[in-house]
């Protein structure tokens, strides 16, 4: 596929949409960027970024003044369409495909013959072949002949986006062969990992199943740390001795997890098979309950006190990001305030502000706590050592002060 001349339309700039907006813009192509908020569409006109992660400043910045990537809220005409949207789940943990239905009819009147339709954000089984090709061809496009749908799942990690993007080999599931093979032809032009082939339900379900099997792998984790607190045993220590097997290798216990990927995506596959999805399904179980368990562990030691300062260190759903998307801290936290056991101070580097939490800086909440609750591994916390929390309670949910 050429590149100059080659017009992109990426629907949804977050994340994922943004960097791969900004990314295709700086090499060549002409991209046009849809958000549905008229504040995230002026700051990337202006060159701006309304999220953090690392270097996407300078990628949006370049791209913009090239006159490379533009942004708006409506779909134009193109000859690629990228669907970036958010796939959340809604209540009794199904899917909620509204913004990938809003984005397919968006697009349908501006799709032409010979365009290739790429559906990128994580969905459930039969979403392209179903969803996408059916409102397109109820959209009067002909899907057999006229026009190219595949799937092609994101799978970079927020933090290392702009390198993985590249790096990273891709699976391309087309609702048929020629589809796959025109979405295999435009992401060989920015793409240096593998592209890989397959039909459209196998690259969801592959999606489905990465992040699935690090939820499985992240509640084993979590499972140990409970035990071993029964047990007294240092669970990072256990770890790091089990890990010493050729053939073990245990993820980190944490608070929980978070983000909008690996906490989500398994719920798409237990609503489609609950009665085979058992482990997936106890797996998001154990961990949707840690961060129940760290609050018990907060209450009992803040019964030791008349009304302890507790300080919060960390917001975010992991370290280093300012995303607060599902974070098993945030939920820490608010639970916390609610229950009212003692005063609670919070710390969020990434964050200058929120509407919620009145943020301090760090090395304040730790000063002013009787109790700490270290909630995120952020890479200026990693420097603390134990004994800048003498006199104090520290519950050190992410294993990283020693
Ligand atoms: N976590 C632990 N212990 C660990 C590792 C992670 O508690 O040992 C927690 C983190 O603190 C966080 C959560 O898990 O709360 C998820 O973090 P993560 O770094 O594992 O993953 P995400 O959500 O940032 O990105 C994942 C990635 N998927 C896999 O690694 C299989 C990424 O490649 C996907 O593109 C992304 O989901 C996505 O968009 O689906």
Not at 50 to 65: G, M, N, T
Not at 279 to 286: P, S
């Amino acid at each position: 596929m050429q590149v100059l001349n080659t017009k992109i339309c990426v629907i949804g700039l977050g994340y994922i949409g943004l960097p791969t907006a900004s990314l295709l813009g700086t090499k060549g192509f002409d991209v046009f960027g849809v958000d549905t908020s008229r504040e995230v569409v002026d700051t990337i006109n202006k060159g701006q970024i309304h999220i953090v992660e690392p270097d996407l400043d300078i990628l949006v910045k370049s791209a913009v003044q090239a006159g490379k990537l533009t942004a708006g809220l409506e779909p134009t005409e193109a000859d690629v369409f990228i669907i970036a949207v958010p796939t959340p789940f809604k209540d009794g943990n199904q899917p909620d495909l509204s913004f990938v239905e809003d984005a397919t009819r968006m697009i349908a009147p501006h799709v032409k013959a010979g365009d290739l339709v790429i559906l990128e954000s994580t969905s459930p089984v039969g979403t392209t072949d179903g969803i996408i090709a059916k409102l397109l061809e109820g959209a009067g496009h002909n899907i057999k002949e006229d026009i190219f749908i595949a799937h092609c799942p994101e799978r970079v990690l927020p933090g290392r986006i702009l390198i993985e993007l590249v790096e990273n080999d891709r699976i391309v599931g087309g609702i048929n062969d020629a589809s796959t093979s025109k979405a295999v032809e435009f992401y060989k032009t920015f793409v240096r990992g593998d592209v890989l082939t397959t039909d459209s339900r196998t690259a969801e379900m592959a999606k489905l199943t990465e992040n699935s099997f690090r939820d499985v792998n992240i509640a084993f984790a979590n499972e140990l740390s409970m035990i071993c607190d029964e047990e007294g045993i240092n669970v990072w220590e256990l770890i790091s001795l089990a890990n010493r097997h050729p053939r073990v290798n245990i993820l980190q216990p944490g608070p929980g997890v978070g983000g909008h990927c690996i906490a989500v995506d398994p719920w798409f596959i237990v609503s489609r098979t609950p009665e085979l999805a058992r482990l997936i399904k106890t797996a998001r179980e154990v961990n949707d309950h840690k961060p129940n368990w760290v609050i018990k562990k907060v209450r009992a030691n803040a019964d030791k006190f008349k009304r302890p300062v507790i300080g919060c260190l960390g917001l975010s759903f992991k370290a280093d990001v300012d995303d607060l998307r599902e974070s098993p801290a945030v939920e820490i936290v608010k639970k916390l305030m609610k229950e009212n056991i003692g005063e609670i101070l919070v710390s969020e580097p990434n964050l200058t502000e929120h509407a919620e939490f009145n943020l301090m800086p760090f090395e304040e909440v730790i000063a002013k706590s009787d109790i700490v609750l270290m909630l995120v591994d952020h890479k200026v916390f990693r420097s603390l050592k134990t004994s800048e929390f003498k006199e104090k309670v520290l519950i050190d949910t992410r294993g990283i002060i020693v």
